[in-house]
């Protein structure tokens, strides 16, 4: 059996042109988004007093409290915190599809040992959780919160110098395509004649995969990332998730390119032979957002992949 075979997708004939598949894989802290150098106040150091440190930090423990409350309210995070997986269809096999329209999820005695039954138990909820993520918070939060939420998401992007609205305008650009037509490709391959480019982001955090969910909801990621695509390398490591990846995007035309701030997504790139672009959110360096562009990672492309046919030099 043929690699694209073993993925569900179906196979070619040597001379089929198939549309090009770009998958931008994302780290998500200090690359999508800042909060731990808010945090830590690393990100307002760095600016050498140009940046309010305290109103950083302020900032960031509000974002904290806001996560965290949205987990626990609305994601089942304090019953499931200590049962992380990697993504949220990990355990997919485990549901039987049952009706939870009036499932208490308060009475089923979710907990040890991790049997069967209690995976059955965390597979239901991360259905749910699924269903809210694309239902999209803003018709998950009251209205209080959502106030709130706006004015934090406003202020962050404010004090950043836009770094929250360009990193989101730049996963636009990185998708060229809605996600029907990602999720197509994904699992068997859309033929074309055409020379047309296909794109998906995914994302691969170091955080556990409920926090992470919900930061991409907060951040206003998850129009460009689907529940599907985001991976928690918490437990496995990053090089496991690249690898998942790689395979789940078994295309015949396929190129990847990673980007991050961290030495482990930089390790997991060299060894799959994916090109790598380093975010560095110092004001003095040149990926970072505002600033990178899509001329800029063609390059990084080109440097692995070679250039197609048909980009010349000057795109």
């Given amino acids: 059996m ?40 690393s990100y307002a150091e760095a ?40 993504f949220l269809d990990a355990l997919a096999q485990y549901d039987d599809g049952r009706d939870l329209s009036d499932y208490d999820f308060n009475q089923d005695e979710l907990g040890s040992p991790h049997d069967d039954a209690n995976k059955k138990k965390l597979a239901y909820r991360h259905r749910v959780i699924a269903q809210k993520y694309i ?24 004090y950043t110098d836009r770094w929250l609205s360009s990193a989101r305008t730049f996963l636009e650009e990185c998708s060229g395509e809605d996600e029907d037509t990602v999720s197509l490709i994904a699992s068997s391959d859309a033929s074309s004649n055409s020379t047309n480019v296909k794109h998906v982001n995914v994302l691969v955090t170091s955080g556990s995969l409920i926090p992470s969910l919900v930061k991409c909801l907060l951040f206003r990621l998850d129009s460009l990332i689907s529940h599907e695509n985001v991976y928690s390398s918490w437990e496995v490591g990053k ?77």
């Fill in 47 to 86: 600016f050498n007093g140009l940046k309010d440190v305290g109103k950083g930090v302020e900032i960031g423990r509000m974002w904290e409290n806001l996560i965290l409350q949205t987990c626990d309210d609305y994601f089942f995070y304090e019953q499931i915190e200590t049962y992380n997986e990697p």
């Fill in 135 to 158: 239902q999209g918070i803003q018709n998950i939060l009251d209205n209080e919160t959502i106030k709130l939420w706006e004015e934090l998401y406003d202020k962050t992007d404010e």
């Fill in 2 to 41: 043929t690699d694209a075979a073993a993925a569900g997708m179906p196979e070619h004939s040597g001379n089929s042109v198939h549309p090009r598949l770009d998958v931008y894989v994302w780290d998500m802290d200090e690359t999508l988004v800042l909060l731990n150098s808010l945090l830590k106040s």
């Fill in 239 to 315: 090089i496991q998730c690249f690898r998942w990846i790689k395979q789940r995007f078994n295309h015949p035309n396929v190129r990847f390119c990673a980007f991050g701030d961290g030495w482990e997504e930089c390790e997991a790139a060299e060894i799959m032979r994916w090109p790598f672009v380093k975010i560095d959110p110092r004001p003095e360096k040149l990926h970072r957002f505002p600033g990178l562009t899509l001329t800029t990672v063609s390059h990084y492309f080109s440097v692995v992949y070679g250039r197609p046919n048909n980009e010349s030099e000057d795109d």
